[in-house]
């Protein structure tokens, strides 16, 4: 199928069910967002398409393909052919007879449109027998889709449809698809009448139809099978057609000559497909047909509509546009090597001669067609729109390319810019790691960053004990594969904990708490962090002695000033005393303790630690400081304390009722500012810790 079918499948699933259904649809029957209006898809594509919608949806292919007939009219509207479909007939009867003349001509388009074909037989009390062939079987739910939509649309009515048979035949070439639907069709104001009468009634007129549908079909067969139907119905009481009467001269007005150069492509022959009568240029592409009494099948076969070449056939399918090939194997030896002459026409019985009329034109798409079959639009009589339908097929033809090659373009650029919006989240993660969200996203602004000034944070200094001495003794590589097994156990926690990680510098590690977001809870969120640096490092061996590396850890709190330093490679780095004093606790610490500053010690106290006092040390130039040792968390495993247990080691903070206005989850500013406006009006909107927050209730 063209491109064009499932664009119009997608649209459906977008307007009706939304764009999440359709991404979940597609990924489902594993198939592309985008499809090419004018390129051709594997039918199985489409097919797949249906049955996860059923699967999707809990409902039945009939009501699926049903659904999409009724769309697919209305998408063919929007789609600029609207206009085509409402001239189509003046009743549905003859729209739907005229349907295979409107895919005969989009086929100009779509040449490889393999379309089905309809034929109308009509009643006498109105009532139609609607024939749908097709090679794709299964899609016949389709058809009254269709048609309930146009007779709605373009004739105030509403139809009924039944199926009466359901077969493989070989009325076409081949086993296709022939499905009989019985048509009932009523106007709206009928309608209206209708349901005043008892609803009991209608119910058992319904079972009633049921029960003699089979019957109903075979008395219809028989009615009808060797009748054919023209009917043209007013639509109303001032239509033309139903004052006009037409007037027939007593003898033709035209010789025979005349009416062969007038006509050149025409063929007149019998019900024994015996050839009478031909035009001139007929004769002239294919010289054998001007053989006395040469039959039409041996010189033809017909491409469409696909039926056996019997005149009973082509009686059935009188109202239908027969398309005949001429056989390679009957034309000049010459001429063998070209591309074989089409045409296409009418086909008209004439009762008192018992034989048919074939007015036709060659088939062309385009002046290269022309050619190939060494033809000239001199050949073609000017009366012929024929001529006119190739030269502008040809500009149309230049359209269609150009809109194919538009189209090729679009979807390159959305793969690009989809890979340009994978590779940009790729980077802002990065920058991310490096830089704290709201510092990076001032500097990818062109903004400069004012400095911070915090009044209490807490900050943390690791390193691991006797590291000289393992580089001194292990390769490089050995060392690099060490700290990275180490700072990635690390650096998980510090998402566990919600602390920042400043930097790291050869085996120092250093994070801090309550910058850049302020949080009362730094100092307990950093000392949870250091008892997991602990326990982490013990999963870390030395290369040396292949045991588990024992790290120091200090920990202090106090004010800071924060800021970005450089342009090149920027950093957010921390300056003060505070940075001082929480290294001096780190080397003044012993290996596999958490060493505390007595203002860390102040903060945690009588908050569900055990503290041990170590008393006072000489500090580095802070003098004499009575210290303390972080033993464990009084009610928290070591898994929870690793993030893999469900206790809540923090007390909730007005964040976890709320969402985040610059979380990524709301992606494009438009949706910020449509959020922000909503949370403005409704009262939900607050300020935590300079962040905008949305309550979630």
């Known amino acids: 199928m063209y491109g064009f079918i499932n664009t119009c499948l997608k649209s459906l699933v977008i307007e009706k069910f939304g764009e999440e259904t359709w991404e979940k649809l597609r990924m489902m ?14 039918d199985t594509l489409t097919l797949r398409l249906v049955q996860e919608a059923c699967k999707m949806l809990e409902v039945s292919a009939e009501v699926v393909l049903k659904l999409f007939g009724g769309y697919f009219f209305s998408f063919c509207k929007m789609s600029g052919y609207d206009t085509m479909l409402r001239t189509l007939g003046g009743n549905l009867a003859e729209f739907v007879e005229n349907l295979d003349a409107l895919h005969s001509y989009l086929a100009l388009s779509y040449q490889e449109m393999n379309a089905p074909s309809f034929r109308v037989e009509t009643m006498d009390d109105g009532r139609m027998l609607l024939h749908y ?11 009254p889709g269709i048609i309930e939509a146009v007779a709605k649309d373009f004739f105030d009515s509403e139809v009924d449809m039944t199926i009466l048979n359901q077969s493989e035949e070989n009325e076409r070439t081949g086993q296709k698809e022939h499905v009989v639907f019985l048509v009932v069709q009523r106007s709206l104001k009928s309608k209206k009448r209708l349901k005043q009468k008892d609803s009991t009634e209608d119910i058992q007129g319904e ?69 009478k009568q031909t035009g001139v240029n007929i004769q002239k592409f294919v010289p054998g047909l001007q053989t006395k009494d040469i039959r039409l099948d041996e010189y033809f076969e017909i491409i469409h509509p696909q039926i056996i070449f019997d005149i009973s056939n082509i009686r059935k399918f009188i109202n239908s546009q027969f398309v005949l090939k001429t056989r390679r194997e009957m034309v000049p030896q010459a001429a063998q090597q070209q591309a074989m002459l089409k045409l296409r026409g009418q086909m008209v019985w004439m009762p008192s001669l018992e034989c048919m009329v074939y007015l036709c034109s060659p088939k062309l798409r385009s002046l290269q067609e022309l050619e190939e079959r060494g033809l000239h639009l001199a050949d073609i009589a000017q009366h012929d729109t024929t001529r006119d339908l190739i030269l502008l097929n040809q500009q149309r033809l230049a359209e269609i390319e150009l809109s194919n090659q538009l189209e090729r373009k679009k979807e390159e650029l959305r793969i690009l810019s989809r890979n340009l919006e994978v590779e940009k989240k790729k980077t802002e993660t ?18 400069r960053v004012e400095a911070g000034d915090f009044k209490v944070c807490t900050i943390l200094f690791s390193d691991v004990v006797t590291f000289t001495n393992i580089c001194a003794a292990c390769e490089p590589i050995q060392i690099v594969n060490m700290l990275n097994s180490m700072y990635s156990r690390f650096d998980r926690l510090t998402s566990v904990h919600d602390v920042y990680k400043v930097e790291t510098i050869g085996d120092a590690y250093m994070v801090v708490g309550g910058v850049p977001i302020p949080t009362d809870s730094h100092a307990e969120r950093v000392a949870n962090f250091a008892l997991g640096m602990r326990i982490a490092a013990r999963e870390v061996t030395n290369p040396i002695t292949g045991q588990p590396i024992q790290i120091r850890v200090g920990l202090h709190t106090g004010p800071v000033l924060a800021g970005v330093v450089g342009e090149k490679m920027p ?50 130039g802070k003098g004499l400081m009575t210290t ?70």
């Open 628 to 697: 303390y040792f972080l033993m464990r968390h009084l009610h928290a495993s070591d898994e929870e304390i690793m993030g893999m247990g469900d206790v809540q080691l923090y007390a909730k903070t007005p964040e976890s009722s709320m969402v985040y206005l610059s979380d990524p989850l709301y992606g494009s500013t438009v949706m910020y500012l449509i959020l922000l406006k909503v949370a403005i009006q409704s009262e939900c909107l607050e300020v935590v810790n300079y962040k905008l927050y949305i309550k979630r209730n």
């Open 29 to 42: 029957a594993e198939v592309q967002d985008t499809f090419m209006t004018y390129e051709i898809y594997d």
């Open 430 to 447: 990065l920058l991310y790691a490096m830089l704290p969200r709201h510092v990076a996203n001032q500097l990818k602004e062109g903004k």
């Open 133 to 143: 062939y097709s090679d794709r079987k299964g899609l016949y739910h389709i058809v």
């Open 207 to 275: 079972e009633n139809r049921q029960v003699n549908t089979a019957s109903l079909y075979k008395k219809l067969i028989s009615e009808t099978m060797w009748r054919s139907y023209s009917y043209s119905y007013p639509l109303h009481s001032g239509n033309l057609s139903s004052a006009f009467s037409p007037s027939y001269p007593e003898k033709l007005w035209i010789d025979q000559q005349a009416f062969c150069n007038a006509f050149p492509f025409h063929i007149v022959f019998d019900k024994n497909l015996r050839i």
């Open 571 to 620: 950093r957010y780095c921390l300056f003060g005393d505070t940075v001082n004093t929480a290294s001096r606790m780190e080397s003044h610490g012993v290996p596999d303790h958490v060493h505390l500053s007595p203002f860390t010690y102040s903060e945690l106290a009588g908050k569900s630690f055990e503290i041990k006092e170590r008393g006072e040390i000489q500090v580095k």
